[in-house]
């Protein structure tokens, strides 16, 4: 629709692992999309996923890595993803930091929280007509459903090898992106 206006809402963790992570679908092994050595052109992937629509924002929401055990693993990784999110500023990107958790195991928490908030107040300030949300977390499904209340369209952006059935159920439209799709952004 020309003069849309989109916002698009992007789950670093949940990239993250749909990207650079190895994944089991019906029992079959998919490698990572993306290679050691590869990085994700994130500007190109969100001009394609707004195509001639007009951007409104572009959110990446992030548990931010904290040197928790003094080690130069946790240096290096701290110093990594603070060069990540410099480099997403840097291309517009409106960074949304939330919390890493190191219990049990390392968890990620108030991003999701953040993303819905943000989808809420987005709707009732006006500011898009379509939210493009690439995450497959099903918290999100009240704040979709809001916005949706509201006369907003909800797009879902999932992969291959990481979807969610509840997100393409409760979304207006669904796109499921693999390696051909993904092949333009990565290099």
Do not use: W
Not at 53 to 78: A, N, T
Not at 83 to 95: A, V
Not at 128 to 135: F, L, Q, R
Request: proline fraction near 1%; include cysteine; charged fraction near 30%.
């Amino acid at each position: 629709m020309e003069g849309e206006r989109v916002v698009i809402y992007i789950d670093g963790g949940n990239i993250y692992r749909a990207l650079f992570k190895e994944a089991i679908v019906k029992g079959t092994r998919i490698p990572a999309f993306v290679s050691t050595g590869q990085k994700v052109d994130y500007n190109k992937f969100v001009q394609f996923l707004a195509g001639n629509r007009k951007f409104e924002d572009k959110k990446y929401y992030i548990g931010i890595i904290r040197d928790f055990d003094k080690s130069e693993k946790s240096k290096k990784m701290v110093q990594a993803q603070q060069k990540f999110l410099s480099g997403l500023e840097n291309d517009g990107f409106n960074i949304q930091r939330g919390k890493i958790v190191y219990d049990h195991k390392i968890r990620e928490k108030g991003v999701d929280v953040k993303m819905a908030i943000d989808l809420v107040i987005g709707c009732f300030e006006n500011k898009y007509d379509t939210a493009i949300i690439v995450s497959s977390d099903t918290d999100l499904i009240p704040a979709i459903k809001y916005a949706q209340s509201k006369g907003k369209n909800i797009e879902y952006v999932g992969f291959s090898n990481h979807t969610s059935l509840a997100m393409i159920k409760e979304c207006d439209n669904q796109r499921i992106l693999g390696e051909i799709e993904l092949a333009g952004f990565i290099s």
